[in-house]
């Protein structure tokens, strides 16, 4: 077989605002990279060191041995992200990741050191890239985040031998912010209101700005109130919802009824989980009420299937909720942290911890697909003594 061979550049003129664009994504083993006219006879390899012997013009090892060119961020992001393409097709990482990485690197990272020969960063310049980034009004967990990028770039660096070692990084104090989790008064109010609002429209007070969210859904829909005990009795995530379908879920009968639900992989977890009891009417009253509308196929999803754009049907039930959340005045919990569609989650997690008896927490975890010490930090961390009274006031038996 006869293989074309073409000496490879990077292409630079791009748009930043193109990540944003999904069908920007290509699945390709070498998206960032365009053809030019051939030469001579170059052997293209699937690795990070044959991508920078491609490169023709702006071939960074030419830079190597000139201590007086310019290494710019752009051209190092470019093969970086060829590198974590490879990873998504290795299955290593997923399209997520990939995207993160993409958008942390082309946004701050390429603004704030667009100017700058990348040999000549510092433990001073990491820092006032810190600093940048917390005039941004970013989280600390989030500049953490953009950090792990920056020494990608770092490390290819120290990897192509155009600095001899990766310059110290400042020493950041990472203090979480969980989710606030409802109280067992709160979840019930929202449960209330959810069923009084229904069919109820929402007033837009602001007639000059854009209302982003499609008339249809600006009525509160009867299965929101559905969608919310769901989340509850089930424990999954904003991002399982919007991808699950009724062939991810069966219902179990028999000594215990429950859900089996084996919704798509998310944060590299794929296992079946089981949800409570309450969950399985919930579902069969959700099924029925989709199939009178047409949908409760196997391909169809569970919740809002009329929605095809699952990003925007996700949006939509975040504005659904918050709308709930506002007209209750809980939006921040009792410490000032914001609670979102997301603290449903939370609640579920925190409610077992507290009813469900003598359950370990690696049980917990498993079936919450997550870790125990993700629980730790994040759900257990909000527990008070007065959530756990019975436990604090019992005696043990002689």
Known sequence: MTQDLYNYRIKNNYEVSDMFNENKFFFSPYPLLVASKPSSP???????????????????????????????????????????????????????????????????????????????????????????????????????????????????????EHIAHMPMFPKMKITQKPRGAFTVTEYAAILRLSKTLRHHVFVWDKPDTRFHIKPEYRSMPTEMNW???????????????RQLKN??????????????????????????????????????????????????????????????????????IGWLFNWIMNSLGIKAGPHGADRSFYSLRHTAITFRLIFGGNIDLLTLARNARTSVEMIEKFYASTLSAEMNISLLHSKRRV
């Open 227 to 241: 969608l919310i005990r769901f989340m509850v009795y089930t424990f999954l995530r904003p991002g399982d919802v």
């Open 247 to 316: 062939k991810h879920i069966e219902i179990i009968s028999g000594k215990f009824n429950y859900l089996r639900l084996t919704p798509p992989e998310i944060k590299r977890h794929k296992a079946p989980t089981v949800s409570l009891p309450q969950a399985v009417n919930i579902y069969k009253t959700l099924l029925a009420h989709q199939t009178a509308k047409g949908f409760g196929k196997p391909d169809d999803y569970v919740f809002f299937p009329e929605e095809k754009n699952r990003l925007r049907c996700l949006n939509t």
């Open 42 to 160: 170059i052997e293209f390899k699937l690795n990070h060191s044959c991508i920078g012997k491609n490169i023709d013009s702006n071939n960074l090892n030419t830079e190597k041995n000139n201590p007086k060119s310019f290494i710019h961020i752009h051209q190092v992001i470019q093969v970086i992200l060829a590198q974590e393409k490879h990873k998504v097709v290795r299955q290593e990482i997923t399209e997520g990741t990939y995207r993160m990485t993409k958008v942390r690197l082309e946004t701050h990272i390429a603004s704030f050191f667009d100017h700058t020969d990348l040999r000549q960063i510092n433990m001073a310049s990491i820092q006032r890239f810190i600093d940048f980034l917390s005039d941004q009004e970013l989280s600390t967990p989030t500049i953490v985040g953009y950090i792990a990028q920056l020494r990608k770039v770092l490390r290819y660096l120290v990897e192509q």
